[in-house]
């Protein structure tokens, strides 16, 4: 696919009389020859007709997005940024909090769990990286993974954090649970009352270095 960028000049204005329009026009129309002209409203043929006479480019009723200053997208820039931050905070108290659950024979990984690897951990798990497509890991504790999932999950424990990919099979209890619930988000998955509850951390996945 081929595309152009252009930065055009919009002169947007609203039609409440037809001769006071192609007189302003005529006298300005040096300055808007290079100008796409918007207008709301009704125009009437006799504008239009104008406007092509002249070879004025202009569009009507049309909502164009509005351009920010410089100062504008810093301040939207600086905003996400401390949200971000926020989250993150947000999400690593909240892995310590669900790590200091993790006491039922706890196994600590740090390495990537790479594809035809399967791996059974009786007892709990704290995985610091990556589970690859094509990997799989069961546990009969809970579990922890800082890193995305695009591998299968079999986990048997109170409760589960994670961010999971469209690649990932995650089964908690038996029950497999959609992905679409688990993607692109850090993901608290916990067993209350014999039912699954899905809590997002975090809007998108989030690395710890």
């Known amino acids: 696919m081929q595309s152009n960028q252009y930065s055009v000049k919009v002169f947007e204005t609203q039609i409440d009389d037809d001769q006071k329009f192609i007189e302003f026009f005529d006298t300005n129309h040096m300055l808007f020859k290079d100008h796409l002209i918007l207008i709301q409203g009704k125009m009437s043929e006799k504008i ?101 999932v695009d591998g299968a999950i079999r986990c048997h424990g109170n409760f589960m954090m994670l961010t999971a990919s469209h690649k990932a099979n995650i089964i908690f209890h038996g029950v497999e649970v959609d992905n679409k619930l688990l993607e692109e988000r850090l993901n608290r998955v916990e067993l209350k009352n014999n039912e699954i509850i899905i809590t997002p951390v975090l809007k998108k996945e989030i690395n710890w270095a």
């Open 48 to 148: 239009q007709n104008y406007l092509e006479d002249k070879a004025l480019q202009y569009i009507n009723n049309v909502t164009l997005p509005k351009g920010r200053s410089r100062k504008a997208l810093e301040q939207e820039f600086n905003a996400v940024k401390t949200e971000n931050a926020v989250q993150q905070q947000m999400a690593e108290q909240e892995v310590e909090r669900l790590s200091s659950k993790l006491a039922n024979n706890l196994t600590v990984l740090d390495g990537m769990v790479r594809s035809g690897r399967e791996l059974e951990i009786d007892g709990d798990l704290l995985l610091l990286n990556r589970v690859n497509s094509g990997s799989t890991i069961t546990t009969s504790g809970n579990l922890i993974i800082t890193h995305v």
